[in-house]
């Protein structure tokens, strides 16, 4: 018994691990792409004619 609650909480330790990476991943790419984003929205504000 003590052997099947040990492997299972290994599994459950690099799920957590897996999944904080990814959503590291995800969270740092989102943030490029936004900066990125407001960057071109603001060089772009100047042709706006209304």
Do not use: H, Q
């Amino acid at each position: 018994m003590n052997e099947k609650v040990y492997k299972v909480m290994g599994f459950a330790g690099v799920t957590s691990v897996v999944t904080g990476v990814v959503v590291v991943v995800t969270g740092v790419a989102a943030g490029v792409m936004m900066i990125v984003g407001g960057a071109r929205l603001l060089r772009e504000k100047s042709r706006i004619i209304f």
